[in-house]
């Protein structure tokens, strides 16, 4: 079946850098979804991505789908403490939405 | 306020006791889910109903059973359940296929002793 996979499962940032983290699924997909999980909170849907090459910004996050429509990307710049959370990716393929594991990101002040 | 919400948002429970959780939703969405959330773990999808309709059941067990009375509502019975089903238990909705986004409930933090 089809597999989204996230790396990396964890990811400590210092304040006022940058992170990437990746999503890479097993087959191609229609669409793909990121979404935030802050600690103690419920996953809320950030954006989606349809397009092969697509880039999307949402102020200091930037969010790419591969050419292949095979991987997908958020890459955030000058991490701030409310970026604290895990970041899922959601795959479409064949209607029908894969989650990830996440990336949980803590933040050093 | 997500304009999903679910009740009760915490719940401890017997091996041998019946419970209900219970998901509302008023965002005009037709398609309504439950996710079981463990520690470490990716999001399980556990039932999917489409215009009240179950359209999947991903081999969940006998001990929680859906119920989707209506669009806006959506129900999952807990009855003799183990240890390890306490989890957080979310909901969501949507506007019935994978091209929008997910709208999910706060969850039920469940524990089950």
């Not at chain 1, 429509?69 to 894969?98: E, P, W």
């Not at chain 2, 919400?5 to 398609?31: D, F, I």
């Not at chain 2, 019935?96 to 706060?106: A, K, V, W």
């Amino acid at each position: 079946g089809q597999q989204v996979m996230q790396i990396p499962q964890y990811q400590h940032v210092q304040e006022g850098e940058d992170f990437t983290t990746y999503c890479n699924s097993s087959t191609t997909l229609s669409n793909i979804q990121w979404y935030k999980q802050r600690p103690g909170g419920h996953p809320v849907f950030l954006i989606q991505l349809v397009k092969s090459g697509e880039v999307k910004k949402q102020k200091r996050l930037t969010f790419q789908f591969g050419e292949a429509k095979k991987n997908s990307s958020l890459h955030i710049t000058a991490t701030q403490t409310t970026d604290v959370g895990t970041y899922f990716c959601a795959g479409t393929n064949d209607y029908k939405l894969s989650f990830g594991a996440g990336t949980t990101v803590t933040v050093r002040a | 306020e997500t304009g999903v919400t679910q009740t009760p948002r915490h719940l401890v429970m017997g091996m041998t006791n019946k419970k209900s959780l219970k998901c509302e939703q008023h965002l005009g969405h037709n398609a309504m889910y439950w996710y079981k959330q463990s520690a470490k773990k990716p999001l399980e999808l556990m039932f999917v109903y489409s215009l009240e309709e179950r359209v999947e059941n991903n081999s969940v067990p006998s001990r929680f059973s859906p119920e989707c009375p209506n669009s806006s509502h959506l129900f999952l019975h807990l009855h003799t359940l183990q240890p390890e089903d306490s989890a957080l238990y979310l909901c969501a909705s949507s506007h019935g296929d994978t091209l929008y986004g997910y709208t999910f409930g706060s969850g039920t933090r469940l524990t089950v002793v």
